[in-house]
């Protein structure tokens, strides 16, 4: 009987011993989730005093690839993929100038965003600002087209921007009407492409008058219709049935074979 109570009690002092030891295994987990909670909140505070930190004032040069404070940085108005500062933009603006190329673009690889004279005017001395505004003046005068009055005892220097519909103008130094579109005096009762069809004609004719007369060909007296002699005599009647001379064009007669002769 004594046996029994003594292995009894072993029994339960290793019971008493298990879970002693489950209790401790229970602190250890609290306290390791303890040290993890406050790991995580070291860290975030950690991340935030990083990202709050003097450091992200700072910009960096993509020209001289320094970092630099964010009131030495230039701001492109139209450009958020490239950074530059304040310094290399004023530098890259006054070589463009010197070099008489307008629009000044942004110094990034490809980018074409247009830098604008009044954000750089202070970090550029004021002839080269003053330049700048007289070369965009100057190219944007290039991108119209330029012409004279045409009045022969005008001839103005005009400038005519397509970008705007005005056909019907006055010359602002004779004050007559002309066709601005196309650079004629203004030709009433027709419109442009009438008159365009009409002046290509009477082009094409001159054209025609001109190989007639260096080939010596022969216009009929009477419809005016050219004619050309490849062979045969001097006697000709042409398809409007009117019959003249081929060497002096006149109306023809059998005085004319004389012509011939001579």
């Not at 909670?37 to 960096?60: D, K, N, R, V």
């Not at 103005?156 to 010359?171: G, S």
């Not at 004050?175 to 290509?200: I, M, N, Y």
Request: hydrophobic share 30%; aromatic share 10%.
């Amino acid at each position: 009987m004594a046996d029994i109570i003594s292995k009894v009690f072993d029994e339960n002092e290793d019971f008493r011993a298990l879970t002693v030891s489950d209790d401790e295994c229970a602190e250890e987990l609290q306290l390791q989730e303890v040290l993890a909670a406050s790991f995580y909140h070291l860290h975030m505070s950690s991340s935030t005093l990083i990202h709050e930190s003097p450091e992200s004032s700072q910009g960096y040069c993509e020209i001289c690839m320094d970092t630099k404070g964010k009131d030495e940085m230039f701001k492109l108005n139209n450009c958020s993929h490239h950074s530059f500062c304040s310094g290399c933009i004023g530098l890259h603006a006054q070589s463009k100038i010197q070099q008489n190329i307008f629009p000044v673009t942004c110094p990034g690889l490809r980018c074409r965003a247009i830098i604008e004279p009044e954000t750089c005017k202070s970090i550029i001395p004021e002839d080269v600002f003053a330049r700048w505004e007289e070369g965009l003046s100057e190219s944007s005068l290039l991108a119209c087209e330029k012409f004279y009055c045409p009045y022969k005892n005008c001839s103005e220097l005009l400038i005519y921007d397509h970008d705007e519909e005005i056909i019907e103008c006055i010359c602002p130094s004779c004050q007559r009407l002309f066709c601005a579109s196309c650079c004629v005096p203004w030709h009433t009762g027709l419109d442009c492409d009438k008159f365009q069809k009409e002046e290509k004609d009477k082009e094409e004719d001159l054209k025609v008058e001109e190989l007639a007369k260096n080939s010596k060909w022969m216009k009929c007296p009477h419809c005016k219709h050219i004619v050309q002699k490849a062979d045969g005599c001097i006697h000709i009647t042409c398809w409007c049935k009117y019959e003249f001379c081929y060497v002096c064009g006149g109306t023809w007669s059998e005085e004319h074979w004389s012509c011939q002769i001579s």
